[in-house]
């Protein structure tokens, strides 16, 4: 089966950094991606990791442990855009089909 | 720029009445998506098409269906609109020849009253 989890809430103060873990169970793993999705939009694109490690990407990183099933992605110098659901989804096939986690809403606050 | 379009942002039908979601993409991808997101459930998989008139199932296809005909358009099928169908419905694409991230719609906020 599919079990990917990640806290439901989440809430940090602008300009601080803040984590949000990702783990997950699968039949099988090609990848993870990251997802932000704002309130009334669509998901867009903001990560994918598929060695072990840290990709760096402007004030974003995301982090992959295959051998612990875990992931995580890094927010420096929280500005009040980045509050958003953050969606993280494995990618488990060769069909190009993803599964995803319910989604962290992250609130940012003053 | 990439771009996925669905046919309404809001639609209000009635209990028994027979839906048709419309989804469009002007980047030649390969591999389409229909998913529901409901709260506390997250993305949930209906149907997927890997190329014209293929389809295959996702985690939830019951009481719906899906069409094919042509490369850019997916349409979603509600044959009998029931009030658990009330969701948002995202549609998304995606190249195949290599793995890419999914593009999504603006989504379609489906009540059934």
């Known amino acids: 089966g599919q079990n990917i989890d990640q806290p439901t809430e989440m809430t940090a103060t602008e300009g601080a950094i803040v984590q949000i873990n990702c783990t997950y169970q699968?039949?099988?793993?090609?990848?993870l991606f990251w997802y932000q999705q704002h309130a009334g939009e669509a998901p867009t694109f903001l990560s994918y990791?598929?060695?072990?490690g840290l990709e760096e990407k402007g004030r974003f990183s995301s982090f992959l442990s295959r051998s612990k099933g875990y992931s995580y992605l890094l927010l420096k110098e929280l500005q009040m855009k980045d509050s958003a659901s953050y969606l993280c989804?494995?990618?488990?096939?060769?069909?190009?089909?993803?599964?995803f986690g319910d989604g962290t809403t992250l609130t940012v606050k003053p | 720029d990439v771009k996925v379009t669905q046919s309404s942002r809001y639609l209000v039908k009635r209990t028994g009445e027979k839906v048709f979601l419309e989804c469009v993409q002007d980047m030649d991808h390969e591999n389409m998506f229909w998913y529901r997101q409901d709260p506390g459930l997250g993305l949930r998989l209906i149907y997927f098409s890997y190329d014209v008139k293929m389809k295959e199932k996702g985690d939830i296809p019951e009481g719906y269906s899906v069409s094919r005909e042509k490369k850019e358009r997916f349409s979603l099928i509600l044959e009998s609109a029931s009030t658990n169908q009330t969701s948002m419905y995202l549609c998304?694409?995606?190249?195949?020849?290599?793995?890419?991230?999914?593009?999504f719609g603006p989504g379609t906020r489906l009540t059934v009253t």
């Open positions: 989804a494995v990618d488990n096939t060769n069909a190009g089909k993803s599964t």
């Open positions: 990791n598929v060695l072990d």
């Open positions: 699968t039949s099988g793993f090609n990848g």
């Open positions: 998304a694409s995606s190249p195949s020849s290599a793995v890419y991230e999914q593009y």
